[in-house]
């Protein structure tokens, strides 16, 4: 007599202590931040060091900014020419800078990041003439000089709103040295510049080199700073051309000779029309082999295909579209649609376009097995007759050779 044995169940999984459990949580927590610090905070404390350091070089200057504001208008020009001097122009650029590029440098921009590295120098550097001893903007500069540097990888974007940043704080850089030394070197101009209004119309006229020739620099000083503005002028207009059109228009040809090289390359190559998970793991298998393949998608549905893929968009039954893909050039075109019905079409329309190119055709439901035989593709490829048949042999111990493989693609 054999006795019975009593029923065990299975022990349940042992949970984690307390502590290990806090220690979990610690560090899931820890992994969290850390994310979150990779993904926000290396440009968010860079934007806080440059707000800050502009900040501070812009409050010292309010008085002397209001000072100046008073001034204008008023008859004569000893008033301005004494609230001038109180007014330090590089730090107000600085200034107004530094609170510029804040924003930009959230973008991650890289030429955020060149600027504001350039100007936290500067600040730095000024504030250490000046003051010859710590201050808040040496620190200030120094931590941002630090950060960016430390950090640089971090900032690799390219930022069309960046790029605008700087090319307003260029030509508004420029157009305050102009006005401010316009105003500063006045007495040397025939007629004499009194004015705002006049000192802007002539900082515009120089900077853009039109120079209708109405107001003439007569002192050597007036004339060395018409020189300056005329080089500066054209320098910054041609860096903000640069900046801002530049990438739009490189962009928009670069995306015009791919389109025209990728059209010229379609020879010799595969053809994938489709989008399901067995056509986009083909795709990575003949790429990962160095083998040219251009995708034919449906329009109006979403693309699992990276951006690099060459696609076209069209209906694959229209001989455009397929001449378009290269299917004339191919060395085979899969249809690997998810209607079997629709890759029944898309064979006829291959054959029809181009007999001698090799067609290879999906059947997603084994029931429509002898349908699609009808239209005759190359290669018959079914995912559940080819999986049941070597699973069943490989049951059995059965040989699976070329031969075996080869019958029943080639049914």
Known sequence: MTQDRPNREDPAPAQPSGPMRRFTLERWRWALLREAWHAHGPQAVAAILAATIGALQLREQVAPLVALRNAIG??????????????????????????LMAFA??????????ISLLLALFSAGLALA???????????????????????RHFSRSSL???????????????????????????????????????????????????YGDIVPKSTEARLFTVS???????????????????????????ALEGRMQKSQRKNHYVIIGASSLALMLWRQLRERSAPVTVVLAPGRTTPYPPEA????????????????????????????????????????VKELAPSVRTVAAV?????????????????????????????????????????????LFQ
């Open 74 to 99: 008023q008859p004569g020009v000893d008033v301005l020419l004494k609230v001038f001097p109180l007014l330090s122009l590089p730090r107000v650029l600085l200034g107004l800078g530094l609170v």
């Open 105 to 114: 440098l959230l973008t991650r921009a890289r030429v955020a990041w060149l």
């Open 310 to 349: 060459d696609a076209v968009v069209g209906d694959a039954t229209s001989d455009s579209v397929l001449t378009e893909a290269g299917v004339p050039e191919a060395k085979a075109v899969f249809m690997l649609r998810e209607d079997d019905a629709e890759n029944a079409f898309v064979v006829l329309a």
């Open 161 to 211: 709103a960046a790029s605008s940043l700087f090319a307003v704080l260029g030509v508004g850089t420029l157009l305050s040295y102009g006005v401010l030394g316009s105003l500063w070197f006045g007495a040397g101009y025939d007629p004499p510049i009194r004015k705002l209004s006049t000192a802007f119309y002539y900082a515009i006229v120089t900077m853009s080199t039109v120079g």
């Open 364 to 408: 997603n439901d084994a029931q429509h097995l002898n349908k699609i035989r009808r239209v005759q593709p190359d290669v018959l490829f079914a995912p559940q007759v080819l999986g049941s048949d070597l699973l069943v042999r490989r049951l059995f111990d059965e040989p699976v050779d070329k031969e075996t493989v080869d019958r029943l």
């Open 130 to 152: 000046r003051v010859h001893g710590p201050s808040p903007v040496l620190v200030g500069g120094a931590a941002l000089v630090f950060v960016l540097i430390f950090y640089a």
């Open 229 to 255: 503005m005329i080089v500066l002028g054209i320098t910054v207009f041609a860096t903000t051309l640069s900046v801002v059109i530049g990438p739009l228009v490189g962009g928009s040809i670069r995306r």
